[in-house]
């Protein structure tokens, strides 16, 4: 009957570990809330910047070289920030780095003396409260933890974790009886990991064999540890060579209410012990195997490592066994228990053998369990990286998220230097679709920047001053003109003009007969958007290649407006009063002045700010604005032009977006021109511009990101008041100026200066300088 | 022929008598037996004494407080799998120039809970004039 159990036992390994997600670099796992299938990220040890003497224990007085670390990849974790800050672990063994009257007397536990602690009668040897290391082996297991890094010589795999230490052997390694062994047990079960390093070097094979074999105190001890507190224990496997853990680490194969929890450990050589340092990685001979017990075990180094003796820190010691393997997993736990706050206990383990390394050498179930432990793939990504789609419980079936792919928000140079300056180092949560693990990320990386000056290119200044080399077809008839641009088979912009001027169809065009007529006037410009940008409506978003505008002039006082896009997205309309130019008449000095009311709605976006996924804006963002044109022919050629806009924008709220609230934001544009024609001789212009693009001057918008989590798996929102006004104002000046040098030839020249570039103090100024002759053969 | 048989066999014993007596049993001035975890003292030998010139350093390796205790020998068990094992002196006998020591091997008791650690078992000694003999060690 026992030899059929453990057949049995054996061909449901490999669907255990299936089931684990424990097998392949590829495979699927049991993680809650959410897409299962995951990729396990090398083992690649990366982190250079904490590859010291001290990490490869070549460090002073430290005896050698070896490779417990780096075979770990911990210096991968390190550059993560992965260190077991704060996490508790118990250290159950002959006790810890204190004299016999409680003062620290081992200089590799010195550095932060809170990180290191004797709870209250923690001496189950001698019953008082010093738990004094008389022996040696409960230093040297903390060390492979927590010895402190900095001091040139070694350091332990989670350096700042905190160890609180319970002695339970003596000097000559003669441990407690069973009901005090109990006693401690459920002592250190205020840590989050326990460490046993020792064990019965005994077989198991069933619970009531375990059970025996352990004690019975101590085995209810380890069951109040996992099922009752949700700790996490770890045990070394044992030395004797064999095919199974020893009957304490084994005992988890049997019973349930130690699973998910219960972590066995075997051990391999660090290094080659040739004296070379180089690393073996192979089992160690004596190394009991994970056997039977291959699903709740894993590997790491444990021959010929190097940890600190019972004294002064000064002497190091190499040597071999799973008690040193051990604590370098508790130590590996505490690594993931640090970088994942989401993360419960049990997804602290399973994180912990799904990410291991099970290649290879390491494919071998039965030796190695799920493989060498892998800090580098444990603190990464192994799932898909998601946004949370505005719930607050990581495994709700209600909860939704967004790949990443899918949050994005492009925003308006109006402000962009201002959301730059507020998202500039502030980061949110964003999580695992493997298990929920959380990861910090910066909130700017879903944020695009708008930009005025991006396109200040020499080739696009220099492209400002070609004359118009697109074809325009005229045709008029008795309903009205209609003129189309081409460029090739393509209509660039067409416009339709009813006879008497009431209705103006725009594609591509505006419309608006102010734009229309002062646009000869400026017609210093090419058709870029840096000069037309001038003078249009700053609310109505042109630009997307199908822009349709629409205009109603009843008389020559009012006229409306409308402009729409080849989305839909954008719905604008503007009542506009005194709307005609009467430069297109004969009056010359008059001036002429345009008064605009309007709004334009937007959706899913606002001020041309467009967003998706978790920062989505509604469907009716709107912004109410006003304007006033004005153009004045003044004596001696010369031409005034101005124009000036502000709008309250409302950004519509969509539901769980990060988004949260938002005052309205008050934005203004304005431009002053003066233009001179016949400028010193016949046919030369000159003009001058002042212009500042659209700049938001109040508002903010709140961001409410998630930036924590906890291991009940809740996550805890940060409100992100973001205050849109930019730190400076751009202003764009423009001199242009144009000759008609013959009939078929031209020069034109042209110098800006942009200041404060997308309304940034810290851009630098922009001068263009260019000259541009042209000569039709 | 029985009488020079009684002579014969009565100086044998006499002889041998005489040599049981000249074995002197030896107390160590200092003794101390423990386990230490490291390699350092793996070893072909199983004692190291002072003209060794590494055993100043192994002798602080195992505990810097013995360097002034005036520990001439430290005897060494080997290498074992686990914690609970030791050593222990039973006893020392000068014979001439050779100090017999006599150490017995202690293993864990059988299914003791013990630490899974490899451990060397040593004890070190102080013995008076420990130069002038020869060491045998069992």
Redesign the interface.
């Given at each position: 009957m026992k030899i059929c159990t453990r057949i049995l036992a054996i061909l449901s390994l490999p669907l255990i570990l299936s089931a684990c997600g424990g097998g392949g670099d590829e495979g699927s796992g049991g993680g809650s809330g959410g897409a299962a299938s995951y990729t396990v990220p090398a083992c690649s040890d990366t982190g250079t910047n904490f590859q010291t003497d001290e990490y490869y224990t070549i460090g002073s007085n430290s005896g050698g070289r070896s490779n417990q670390l780096s075979l770990v990849c911990a210096s991968s974790a390190y550059a993560r920030g992965a260190t077991g800050d704060g996490i508790k672990i118990a250290i159950v063994d002959s006790g810890g780095p204190w004299d016999a009257d409680g003062n620290v007397s081992n200089n590799e536990f010195n550095s932060t003396a809170s990180d290191i602690v004797k709870p209250s009668n923690s001496d189950y040897v001698n019953s008082d409260s010093v738990p004094n290391d008389d022996n040696g082996h409960g230093s040297g297991v903390a060390c492979m933890v927590r010895c402190d890094r900095g001091d040139t010589d070694v350091h332990g795999i989670a350096y700042n974790s905190i160890l609180s230490f319970y002695k339970v052997s003596n000097a000559s390694g003669t441990f407690i009886n069973d009901s005090t062994m109990g006693s401690a047990l459920n002592a250190a079960d205020s840590n989050d990991i326990i460490n046993n390093s020792w064990g019965t070097n005994t077989d198991c094979t069933s619970i009531s064999t375990c059970t025996s074999a352990v004690g019975s105190t101590t085995y209810a001890a380890m069951k109040t540890a996992t099922d009752t507190n949700g700790k996490i224990l770890v045990w070394a496997a044992g030395n004797s060579g064999g095919a199974n853990p020893f009957a304490q680490a084994k005992s988890v194969l049997y019973d349930t209410a130690l699973q998910g929890l219960s972590v066995a450990v075997v051990a391999i050589n660090a290094t080659n012990a040739n004296g070379s340092g180089a690393a073996n990685g192979k089992i160690w001979s004596d190394s009991n195997r994970c056997g039977d017990a291959a699903a709740y075990c894993i590997a790491a180094p444990g021959a010929d490592v190097t940890f600190v003796g019972k004294e002064n820190g000064q002497t190091f010691y190499i040597g071999s066994g799973t008690s040193y393997a051990a604590p370098l997993v508790s130590g590996g736990l505490a690594i993931i228990k640090q970088e994942f706050s989401s993360l419960t206990n049990t997804q602290v383990v399973t994180r912990l053998f799904t990410t291991a390394l099970d290649t290879g050498e390491y494919s071998q179930s039965s030796i190695y369990g799920h493989g060498l432990m892998n800090l580098n793939a444990a603190t990464a990504a192994v799932g898909k990286l998601r946004v949370l789609g505005g719930g607050n419980l990581l495994d709700s079936p209600n909860t939704s998220y967004y790949d990443l792919v899918d949050n994005t928000f492009s925003s308006s140079a109006a402000f962009s230097r201002a959301i730059n300056l507020a998202l500039n180092g502030q980061t949110m949560e964003i999580y695992d679709s493997f298990d929920g693990a959380n990861f910090k990320t910066n909130i700017s990386s879903f944020f695009t920047s708008g930009s005025y000056t991006t396109e200040n290119t020499v080739e696009n200044h220099m492209a400002r001053l070609q004359p118009k080399t697109k074809e325009k077809v005229k045709h008029k008839n008795l309903y009205g003109n209609f003129i189309m641009e081409v460029d090739g088979n393509y209509v660039q912009s067409s416009m339709f003009q009813s006879a008497g001027g009431f209705l103006a169809l725009g594609f591509n065009q505006s419309t608006n007969s102010f734009e229309n007529a002062v646009d000869p006037l400026s017609g210093f410009f090419n058709d870029s958007n840096f000069g037309n940008n001038y003078l249009v409506n700053p609310y109505f978003h042109a630009g997307s290649g199908q822009d349709y505008f629409m205009s109603f002039n009843s008389n020559s006082s009012f006229g409306f407006d409308t402009f729409t896009n080849v989305n839909g997205n954008d719905l604008g309309m503007a009542f506009n009063l005194n709307p005609f130019s009467s430069t297109s008449g004969d009056i010359k000095n008059a001036g002429d002045l345009q008064i605009v009311l309007g709004t334009n709605y937007e959706q899913n976006k606002f001020l041309n700010s467009s967003s998706t996924g978790a920062f989505a804006t509604g469907d009716m963002s709107n912004t109410n604005f006003t304007g006033v044109k004005y153009k004045k022919n003044l004596e001696n050629d010369f031409t005034f032009v101005g124009s000036g806009f502000a709008g309250y924008t409302y950004i519509d709220r969509a539901s769980n977006s990060y988004i949260d609230k938002s005052t309205p934001l008050l934005t203004s544009t304005f431009t002053l021109g003066l233009a001179k024609a016949n400028f010193i001789k016949k046919d030369q212009r000159i003009g001058f511009f002042i212009n500042q693009p659209q700049r938001v001057e109040d508002g903010s918008l709140n961001l409410r990101v998630p930036t924590s989590s906890d291991r009940d798996r809740t996550v805890t929102y940060s409100n992100l008041n973001v205050d849109l006004e930019p730190d400076a104002r751009q202003i764009n000046f423009d001199i242009i100026f144009h000759k008609a040098v013959t009939e078929t030839s031209n020069l034109s020249a042209n110098l800006t200066h942009v200041k404060n570039g997308d309304h940034s103090n810290s851009s630098k100024n922009q001068n263009f300088i260019s000259l541009f002759y042209k000569k039709t053969f | 022929m029985l009488n020079k048989f009684l002579i014969i066999s009565s100086l044998f014993l006499f002889s041998c008598s005489s040599y049981l007596i000249q074995a002197e049993e030896i107390i160590p001035e200092e003794l101390y037996c423990?386990?230490?975890?490291?390699?350092?003292l793996k070893s072909d030998k199983n004692y190291i004494t002072t003209e060794n010139k590494n055993f100043k350093e192994k002798l602080?390796?195992i505990?810097?407080n013995f360097i002034n205790k005036g520990y001439n020998l430290i005897v060494i068990s080997g290498l074992k799998?686990?914690?609970?094992f030791?050593l222990k002196l039973k006893n020392i006998n000068k014979k001439k120039d050779i100090l017999h020591m006599n150490f017995i091997d202690i293993k864990?008791v059988e299914?003791?809970?013990?630490?899974?650690?490899?451990?060397y078992p040593y004890c070190v000694l102080n013995i008076e004039n420990l130069k002038k003999f020869k060491i045998s060690i069992k």
């Open positions: - | 423990a386990s230490t975890m490291g390699q350092f602080a390796k505990d810097s799998p686990t914690g609970g030791s864990p299914n003791s809970i013990v630490t899974m650690a490899t451990t």
